[in-house]
């Protein structure tokens, strides 16, 4: 196996398992075994994570007084402004928040799935309170187990409001959670039928919550009758309604199919899926161990799946911060490439996530994807003005006003790059780097990129390879 | 496939040349160039959801007084188009279109089971999808994939913007986003750009060709549309607001031997919850000035019979105002459709029943989907069931 090879394969988990490589690991990346360093993600990964926490005193303050739903209707208009206000803005500080762990956590695989569940999980409710709670429950569970992941999940404010679990009663059935649960979290279209979701619906009647993020259960307004759930009868609750979900293999399935398509490969492979699907249902939905099945298998690292996947605009952006130290002046510049981008976190596009892959991609997407290296280290100007999101402005225009933003202040610390190759001959530096910064197959044309570098120093000819290289439809891929 | 830019001179200096030929020549040209006489659509949305109620107003309507004490507009001040409607008096231009026998106006369009989130019913039109599905396509880009299987060329379909729209995004095809042509000329006009993609070969990886596919199509369509915006300099003034600018851009090409059929445009933000009077008569008066520029301009280029401009909001306000002087978020809504090639002009439709009321919110009578399929069909010429999925009802307004 070629030095290269080896580093490649380990690139190619680090942006799969985690958010990419960064510049100091480098050089260690050509001698680790892909076993080895797939043994120090996990291990980076065993704490539980630190909870996040950026309510605002204000809006904490203001929670905590209140104490019921009813207390929340009498709320005037006003207050009840403030309070969505306060969250729009708390949820953008949650949203850097989470992007800067992402950027320099050492449990990038814990923050790497909590991205995935992120999107398996979509919700998108403006109440920084329920969704600080669920993406705290999504960091928490992300490696652990798919069974609590599911009810922990099930069981927050955040889903149980965004798909209007609080108006399911007995008598008033509201079917949008129940099927939720079953079409985007467990079995997927076409694995139950309408009478699946209707009676499963009133097995869910009474889940709900109060104003403090607590989930309640309302016996009052639960329907204790009998229900017949995908072949099975009896005096079901919510609780049984998702036991049954997990007996079920196809959830197993339609989760294995899901994570093969996101970390290995957008085309299926039905022989690896349906070995990956039995072993995670045998382990009892074990969420470390499927990753560990494929990150530990040959096929892992073939060729073609390799350097084929579409980085998100989070990926994208995340993967540039790691390789390239730059402070920002205004961090929040991020919130704009998300916006135009088409991935703000915490606001996925409906109750079915991201859709991902090519969905990324058109002309003006892949321009301001190809100029952001040149943005965020001060050589291009954002002229780029995103689309307004009225969900959030609640008719007060100016509230989101994009300053139409031009030059980006940040500071980079190229040093900690160009120190990475100072053991590379100058005659292998171009490849070296390309190497390091493309997951492709295909590459740059070396006699192109010569006319476009700088040469006047190693570390200048290193750092304009390096974003070059970086404004390429190649790089879009990892 | 791919377009290079060698191809593309080839091509763009056939259309120059295209432009010394005598007219009947011009329509031997082939498919991808459109000659005039082509028929154009011109999509106008108001974003954040317009008061169709205090746009097209039932004048002589009590309940409409009723629930409206403080935002009703008054009889004396409408634009009387009949005895029972008026219009904004914010839009006089409209009338005039009114009275000319170029504007249509449609009443009570939605759809079944109506949300009243504005991300998710803006989905849900651009998409053209049922309230309870969801596709990430849009309907006009799925009118590329189904008109140019292959034809990679996204200038069928612009949105004069800075980011793409998913109404402009097919499943194979998507429309380009670009909000001046100049100035997309000179980011694209990157020779970085340009050599690393004449000099990527489609091999192996065809996921790597789909994006130097964008990108190939990004840079030839950047100098194709920054050419043809130069082609015929409008002379007509507009009014130097957003919407006025934008109009501006899109006649300057319609005004070209562009190939596009499908313009889109965005006004915003009609979310009045307060304060409605001010801000909705503020974005009228744009309106009313930039559509009166721009129907002057088609008219004095005899383009206007070619033309369909078509105006939707995502969702309508609620029939009763609020406390604070504005309207929340309701459901059906009226659109505007502006031309001159309508078969049904005025009031298309009779107004919505203000005695049936769902909550308090207006019933659909025409289901939006009606209206895509009957443009698609009749005005743009294309495949209405491929592209939405379902034979719908045809109507009669072209």
């Given at each position: 196996m070629s030095t290269s090879t080896n580093q490649l394969k380990n690139q190619h988990l680090l942006w799969r398992a985690a958010f990419g490589p960064m510049a100091e690991n480098i050089n260690q990346?050509?001698?680790?075994s892909q076993k080895e360093l797939y043994d120090i993600l996990l291990k980076m990964s065993a704490k539980s994570p630190l909870p996040f926490n950026v309510a605002t005193n204000l809006f904490d303050g203001f929670m905590k007084g209140v104490q019921d739903i009813g207390r929340m209707q009498k709320l005037d208009k006003d207050e009840k402004k403030m309070l969505r206000k306060q969250s729009v803005e708390d949820l953008k500080n949650l949203n850097l928040t989470w992007l800067t762990e992402m950027i320099s956590s050492e449990a990038q695989m814990r923050e790497k799935m909590s991205l995935f569940w992120h999107g398996h999980f979509a919700c998108r409710v403006i109440n920084i309170y329920f969704q600080q709670q669920l993406l705290n429950t999504v960091r928490e569970n992300s490696l652990n187990n798919f069974g609590d992941l599911l009810r922990e999940v099930s069981k927050s404010p955040a889903m149980l409001s965004f798909l209007n679990n609080q108006q399911n009663k007995k008598q008033h059935p509201n079917e949008n959670f129940a099927r939720e649960v079953m079409e985007?979290?467990?079995?997927?279209?076409?694995?139950?039928t309408e009478e699946d979701v209707k009676e499963s619906a009133r097995a869910f009647t009474g889940w709900g919550f109060n104003l403090r993020g607590e989930f309640v259960d309302r016996p009052f307004l639960h329907d204790t009758g009998k229900k017949t759930f995908l072949g099975k009868t009896g005096n079901f609750n919510g609780d049984d309604i998702i036991d049954i979900l997990l007996e079920q293999k196809q959830t197993a399935k339609f989760i294995t199919g899901k994570i093969y398509r996101y970390f290995v490969n957008d085309t299926p492979d039905v022989e690896k899926t349906e070995w990956l699907a039995n072993r995670f249902y045998q382990s009892g939905y074990d969420i470390k161990k499927i990753l560990t099945d494929i990150y530990t298998?040959?096929?892992?690292?073939d060729g073609k799946n390799i350097g084929n996947r579409i980085k998100s605009p989070v990926e994208l952006l995340v993967g540039i911060r790691r390789l390239i130290p730059i402070e920002l002046?205004?961090?929040?510049?991020q919130l704009l490439f998300e916006r135009a981008l088409g991935q703000i976190l915490f606001y996925?596009?409906?109750?079915?996530g991201w859709p991902g892959g090519k969905n990324w991609i058109d002309s003006s997407a892949l321009m301001l994807r190809m100029r952001i290296p040149q943005i965020l280290t001060n050589a291009d100007d954002f002229v780029v003005k995103p689309k307004d999101d009225y969900d959030t402005m609640m008719g007060m225009?100016?509230?989101?006003?994009?300053?139409?933003?031009k030059q980006i202040n940040s500071t980079v610390d190229w040093n900690a790059v160009t120190k990475a190759f100072d053991n590379t001959p100058r005659e292998n530096l171009m490849r070296q780097i390309s190497n390091t910064v493309l997951q492709t197959k295909e590459k740059i044309n070396p006699t192109i990129l010569d006319k476009y570098?700088?040469?006047?120093?190693r570390d200048v000819y290193i750092k304009t390879t390096i974003i070059e290289l970086m404004s390429t439809p190649e790089y879009q891929f990892c | 496939m791919l377009f290079k830019r060698k191809e593309f001179l080839q091509i763009s200096s056939l259309a120059t040349a295209s432009l010394?030929?005598?007219?009947?020549?011009?329509?031997?040209?082939?498919?991808?160039i459109v000659p005039p006489g082509n028929k154009v659509l011109v999509v106008l949305q108001f974003s954040g959801g317009n008061d169709g109620l205090n746009t097209v107003?039932?004048?002589?309507n009590d309940i409409y007084y009723k629930a409206r004490p403080k935002l009703g507009i008054e009889k004396a001040k409408a634009l009387f188009l009949n005895d029972e409607v008026g219009i904004n008096p914010a839009l006089p231009v409209f009338k005039e279109l009114f009275d000319d026998g170029s504007l249509g106006i449609l009443n009570g369009v939605g759809y079944p089971n109506?949300?009243?989130?504005h991300f998710r019913s803006m989905d849900i039109w651009q998409s053209?999808?049922?309230?309870?599905k969801y596709i990430y396509s849009g309907w006009l880009g799925r009118y590329l994939d189904a008109q140019c299987g292959?034809?990679?060329?996204?200038?069928?379909a612009l949105e004069v913007d800075d980011v793409l729209s998913?109404?402009?995004?097919?499943?194979n095809n998507k429309g380009l986003a670009v909000k001046d042509p100049k100035r997309l000329y000179n980011t694209s006009y990157e020779k970085y750009f340009k050599e690393i993609n004449t000099a990527h070969q489609n091999g192996e990886e065809p996921v790597v060709d789909y994006l130097y596919k964008t990108l190939s199509e990004t840079l030839s369509s950047a100098d194709y549309i920054f050419q043809q915006s130069k082609l015929h300099p409008t002379t007509q003034n507009y009014p130097a607001t957003g919407l006025g600018k934008n109009l501006k851009t899109i006649s300057s090409l319609i005004l070209?031997?562009?190939?596009?059929k499908v313009y889109y445009v965005s006004l915003g933000?009609?979310?009045?919850?307060?304060?409605q009077e001010n801000q909705q008569k503020r974005l009228f008066t744009e309106l009313n000035d930039a559509i009166s520029a721009f129907v002057k301009d088609l008219k004095s280029n005899n383009r206007f019979e070619d033309v369909m401009l078509m105006t939707f909001s995502e969702f309508g306000r609620r029939v009763a105002q609020n406390a604070s002087g504005g309207t929340d978020h309701g459901t059906a809504n009226n659109m505007f459709l502006v031309g001159g090639g309508l078969k049904q002009k005025g009031l298309i439709n009779p107004m919505v029943?203000?005695?049936?009321?769902?909550d308090g919110d207006l019933r659909h009578t025409i289901d939006f989907k009606n209206v895509y399929a009957t443009i698609l069909r009749?005005?743009?010429?294309?495949?209405d069931k491929a592209i939405l999925g379902k034979q719908c009802e045809l109507m009669s307004f072209v």
């Open positions: 990346l050509q001698d680790v985007l979290f467990t079995l997927g279209r076409g694995n139950y298998s040959n096929w892992f690292y002046d205004k961090p929040e510049v996925p596009p409906n109750v079915a225009e100016g509230v989101n006003k994009n300053p139409g933003l570098v700088h040469k006047d120093t | 010394m030929l005598p007219k009947f020549l011009k329509a031997f040209d082939g498919k991808t107003i039932p004048v002589r109506p949300d009243r989130s053209a999808s049922d309230s309870d292959g034809c990679g060329k996204p200038t069928q998913l109404a402009l995004k097919g499943e070209s031997d562009i190939n596009t933000s009609f979310d009045t919850h307060v304060n029943d203000l005695t049936d009321l769902n009749k005005w743009l010429d294309a495949d």
